[in-house]
């Protein structure tokens, strides 16, 4: 599996936009971008993924850069309830093994 | 959407003794789950790969005499810790993909305390 780079930790203001970056510098043709979030104690939950297009959902949108090396996952309006560890992942379809990285711990400030 | 549940979503047990831990699909067949395990500060590391009808598949370093997974049904993976010691103290989790595997399922989490 490809590895993703994720800064640390970050802070965002309460109903600003978040975007979280990630560096995916090995990611193959055929390997898509997963993200997920785990907020404390509880199990991760799906986000959004893309494969070389950007995606948006309910949750957030999927910026992929064109040479695929990087991505930026977007909240638009951060709440207090986004506070949470979110995990970049790349994996082929179906991603049914995942490999969680060290993630990015998000903090939404009041 | 699909649910995993996870269950007990905490426990408790003395050195020694072994405890069993459930996941069920509520709302959908998996024929594969996944058992992951997380230490305080620590991102999830995958233990084993549990195959309903057939033998868990283990990452490397994980004892599976330790960790016993069962997968009998298409909504049930068990996972036993045989013997815990206070080592085997973590958070568990399990997972299950979507029909299409676009995307993973996880339950709650099992908070494991050995005393």
């Known amino acids: 599996d490809a590895k993703t780079t994720q800064p640390p930790s970050m802070d965002c203001a309460e109903g600003r936009a978040a975007n979280l970056p990630c560096n995916h510098s090995?990611?193959?043709?055929?390997?898509?971008v997963y993200w997920y979030r785990q907020i404390h104690s509880q199990g991760p939950q799906y986000i959004i993924h893309g494969l070389k297009n950007n995606e948006t959902n309910e949750m957030a949108s999927l910026i992929i850069t064109e040479d695929r090396k990087s991505s930026t996952l977007i909240l638009p309006h951060a709440t207090l309830r986004d506070t949470a560890v979110y995990y970049c992942?790349?994996?082929?379809?179906?991603?049914?093994?995942?490999?969680f990285g060290t993630g990015t711990r998000l903090t939404i400030i009041p | 959407g699909a649910v995993v549940s996870q269950h007990p979503s905490r426990v408790i047990c003395k050195s020694g003794t072994s405890v069993k831990i459930e996941c069920r699909s509520l709302d959908f067949q998996a024929t594969t789950m996944f058992w992951y395990r997380q230490f305080p500060k620590q991102s999830l590391m995958l233990m084993a790969t549990?195959?309903?009808?057939?033998?868990?598949?283990?990452e490397q370093g994980v004892e599976k005499d330790k960790f016993l997974i069962n997968h009998a049904s298409l909504t049930l993976s068990t996972l036993t810790v045989t013997s815990a010691h206070p080592e085997d103290s973590s958070f568990y989790i399990c997972s299950a993909p979507d029909r299409t595997f676009t995307e993973a399922f996880f339950g709650q989490g099992t908070r494991l305390t050995v005393v």
């Open positions: 992942i790349v994996g082929g379809f179906g991603n049914e093994k995942l490999t």
């Open positions: 549990s195959n309903e009808g057939s033998k868990a598949t283990y």
């Open positions: 090995t990611i193959s043709g055929n390997e898509y």
